[in-house]
């Protein structure tokens, strides 16, 4: 992962062979407990709400949009 995720960016995350757990989602909060880096995100699709170990959330993702929301 080398593009890191701002608030309100939106990412596309696709596990080869598990399309069950493909989804578009938009980060909505980002903080650090410790050494540890967490991430909220809102599934775009149902709205629903998550957060994660930042490098759990942006395992297979890529992002749709950049710094300034425009899209790639």
Do not use: N
């Not at 938009?26 to 998550?50: C, H, N, P, Q, W």
């Amino acid at each position: 992962m080398t593009t890191q995720p701002r608030i309100g960016s939106v990412w596309a995350r696709r596990i080869p062979d598990y399309p069950q757990h493909d989804r578009d989602f938009r980060v909505t909060g980002i903080f650090a407990k410790g050494d540890a880096t967490y991430v909220e995100v809102e599934d775009l699709e149902s709205g629903s709400l998550s957060r994660g170990l930042l490098e759990y959330i942006l395992d297979y993702a890529e992002p749709l949009t950049g710094d300034d929301d425009t899209a790639y």
